[in-house]
Structure formats: C-alpha cells, structure tokens
C-alpha cells in the first residue's frame, strides 16, 4: 500500500517530552515531507527533504526538528517548544525531480497530555 | 508562497447526483495539481491529478478541470455512490523550490443513498 510506513500509530506523552515519530519508505524516493493535520482542517507542510543530509522548513516548524541520514528513513521529534503538539502527523514521499505523486503513510496520532 | 483556497467545506448529495468542488491558488507558477481523498482516520489517497499543459483530464466517474487564466480547479464526481463520501483536498506545487504541496482545507462529501 505505498511502500511508507510510518510508527506508532497512536503515540500519548505527557507536555513537556521530546518524542520521535518514525517514517520509512522503500520506494527509492529522494523526497520526504512530514505534514500536520488538525480536525476539519487541510494538511499542513512542516519539514521537507529533497536529498539526503539535507532538509527545508516548512510552514509550520517551529517546536519540530527532522533528519535525514539515510534516503529511506525521514524521523521527525516534537519538542516541548511546540505548543499544541496534539494532531495527525503524516509523513509522505515522491520522486525528487517534478511535481510528482506524494505517497503518503497511514499517518501517527499524537495525543499530550 | 502558495495559497489554496477549497470550496464548499461540506456537500451534501443524493445518491447518483453529481458533485462538484472547486479550488484557487494564487501563486501563477504552480503547474501540478492533484486532489485526494481521505476517509476517517486513514491516510489520503491520491484520485487524480491534473498538470499545467491540460486543461481536463477524466478517470471514469471523476473529472478535473484547470482554468489557468483565472486560477481555479474543480473536481467532477459524476454518478455518485455511497462509497464516495469522504473528505476531498486538492492541493497545488510547482516543479521548482520545494516542491511540496499546499493543500486547501478540504470538502466534506456526504453522499445520500
């Protein structure tokens, strides 16, 4: 189903914690993005890669830090600096040259508490 | 950067009705834009996507539009089933930068058997 997955699937921590959600594909993409999604909200662009040890902020950063060591593996921790840290993460990847297909993966629901 | 504004928030049809869904983007440069569709709590799935060099490209019981001069895109679902409803986002990039997509907020589609 896509190729990417992405773990946990539901993922609680108490405010105040540093936790990492994991995204991985084998589709020999070279881009990565990891996007945040609000209730009856749209999908909003956070981190972007497009090649290896190198990566872009998106809208909405802040409070999120990523890497990118190996081209199948995008991780991305929510620090205490994020203030509403509580929302669905998706992760996504595509081929690096074009505008091409974003795959997505079955997203992480985080929940602070 | 990039602006996509999605229109209606929730649609509401019969059963073999038609729906349509539209979008604008405000960068003139975007030249790829796909539309997805997300069931409750799953991952969005990509329905049909539309390139700049087009004007209208059909995948049987869905259809997009691109009017280029003006800005918009709109999403035909035409013979609707029950199965169709879901929440639909179309989303805008370009070739250049980041590439990354910029998602409108999203129509809620409920289709009536």
């Known amino acids: 189903d896509g190729g990417i997955t992405q773990s946990p699937k539901y993922l609680f921590r108490k405010e105040g914690q540093n936790v990492t959600l994991s995204c991985e594909q084998n589709?020999?993409?070279?881009?990565m993005y990891w996007y945040r999604q609000d209730p009856g909200q749209g999908l909003r662009l956070i981190y972007y890669s497009q090649i290896v040890n190198d990566f872009q902020k998106g809208d909405i950063a802040e409070g999120y830090s990523v890497s990118r060591e190996k081209k199948e593996s995008f991780p991305l921790t929510v620090t205490s600096a994020q203030k509403n840290p509580t929302a669905f993460y998706l992760c996504?990847?595509?081929?690096?040259?074009?505008?091409?297909?974003?795959?997505f993966g079955p997203g992480t629901r985080l929940t602070v508490t | 950067g990039e602006n996509v504004e999605q229109h209606p928030s929730t649609l509401s049809v019969q059963e073999g009705d038609s729906a349509v869904i539209k979008c604008t983007y405000s960068?003139?440069?975007?030249?790829?834009f796909p539309w997805y569709k997300q069931e409750l709590g799953k991952r969005p799935q990509l329905i049909i996507d539309?390139?700049?060099?087009?004007g209208e490209k059909k995948d049987q019981r869905i259809a997009v539009t691109l009017n280029k001069t003006a800005k918009h895109f709109s999403l035909h679902i035409t013979e609707t089933q029950p199965e169709d409803s879901a929440v639909y986002f179309c989303a805008a990039s370009l070739d250049t930068g980041r590439r990354a997509l910029t998602f409108g907020s999203g129509t809620r589609l409920q289709v009536q058997p």
């Open positions: 539309i390139r700049s060099n087009v």
């Open positions: 996504a990847s595509s081929h690096g040259q074009g505008p091409y297909e974003q795959y």
């Open positions: 589709l020999n993409h070279d881009a």
């Open positions: 960068d003139s440069a975007s030249n790829y």
